[in-house]
């Protein structure tokens, strides 16, 4: 099998990308110094999160001339999410830090004042523009108009019809709101796209086997119907699970009424609804369109020690090309030997384990608690804003769970209540 040589960054999660690099029947090779690089055939250029971080994480080791020297040399190269932010001039995210210059344009922030930021679902890579013109019969690098691929993201370079094309390049486009981006971008040895292949389910797996095994143009068999290729996200199923350990110290899948998940006979066994891998894939392979694992026993003893559950992460992203949230102890944690655990190196292990997002609960309304009582300041040393800070907002997750408390008026709390229709079990009218 070919080699594809990939550069990790601390970019997030790499682990699925290898993964799917393989699943097309390729291996990998990582890039562990700049003077790698020459070497290298196939070079990809993955990242998540932040402009600055990942772009100072390459200058600072070296990487910048010699992935220039890759791309002039006419080798493949394929740039990922950051990876395709990287190539243009900069972006408003971290103006401190310079793109490689290699394409003209400045990454801005999707507005928000119609839509929610960042932009995270299914949207489209278009290669035709425009609603009322026919879709093309061409796939560039295995992207069909038909196909939807998964963002996320708070930045984009705004498409300008016809800039980048007069310079020899194809542009692929997807929509969110009222703004038009760009999606996907190829010419000659290179192509980049904003959306995750490696999370894109079959529709990605099939962009980088096309890219890796350098088909760059096909003729589809069929032209797609205009309802089929209508740019904008598309609805998602989330398949949740919560996972603990059983009595017998297997991790499983279960259920229950407030984390009660004792089974209600005479045992009173944990209830086992099937092994958190195997229901991954199942559900994955019925359409899921993202998995979330939630550890509801938390870290019993200490984070690095939590090996089940990153093998389950590891085992999982070999076989589910969707993204994968993982929550449960994300958060500053004390070893067993005293030591200090940061928040931001628990989600790192799970990041690197295969994970896309952490999912934070307990941590979350301490830090919300934290910030109304300093009159609505940040302070910038919560996990939610330190893992932002390194792999993007895009990559937490706030997880609440919601409980019904009833009053008998609006004057019993301080807190803000609804008349409900349904009383409570003392006849109760407000929650």
Known sequence: MSTVHLLDHVAGNVRSLANAIEKVGYIVEWIQSPEDVAAAEKLILPGVGHFGFCLSQIDSAGYVEPIKQHIEAGKPFMGICVGLQALFEGSEESSAFPGLGLLPGRLERFKDEDKSVPHIGWNSANTSNGEDEQSTQESLYGLRPDSKYYYIHSYAVAYQEGVLEKEGWAVATARYGNEEFIGAIAKDNVLA???????????????????????????????PSAKATKEGLTRRVIACMDVRTNDKGDLVVTKGDQYDVREKDAGGEVRN???????????????????????????????????????????????????????????????????????????????????????????????????????????????????????????????????????????????????????GPHGEEYC
Request: neutral net charge.
């Open 193 to 223: 796209t904003q959306f995750h292949p490696e999370k894109s389910g079959a529709a990605g797996l099939r962009v980088l086997k096309a890219f890796l095994d350098g088909r760059k143009v096909e003729k589809l068999a069929t032209r």
């Open 273 to 423: 609804l099937g092994k958190p891998v195997d229901m991954a894939r199942k559900y994955y392979e019925q359409g899921a369109d993202e998995i979330t694992f939630l550890n509801i026993t938390s870290f019993r003893n200490s984070p690095l020690a939590d090996a089940p559950m990153l093998d389950i992460l590891r085992q999982t992203s070999e076989t589910v090309f969707v993204p994968l949230t993982i929550g449960g102890g994300i958060r500053d944690t004390v070893e067993p030997d005293g030591s200090m655990i940061p928040a931001i190196d628990v989600a790192q292990m799970y990041f690197k384990s295969g994970a896309d997002k952490v999912s934070i609960g307990s941590d979350a309304v301490t830090a919300a608690e934290e910030y109304y009582t300093r009159s609505k300041k940040l302070s910038g040393r919560t996990a939610i804003e330190m893992i932002s800070q390194a792999y993007g907002n895009q990559a937490v997750v706030v997880s609440v769970d919601p409980k019904r408390v009833y009053v008998a008026s609006p004057d019993s709390t301080a807190h803000h209540t609804i008349h409900t229709s349904i009383p």
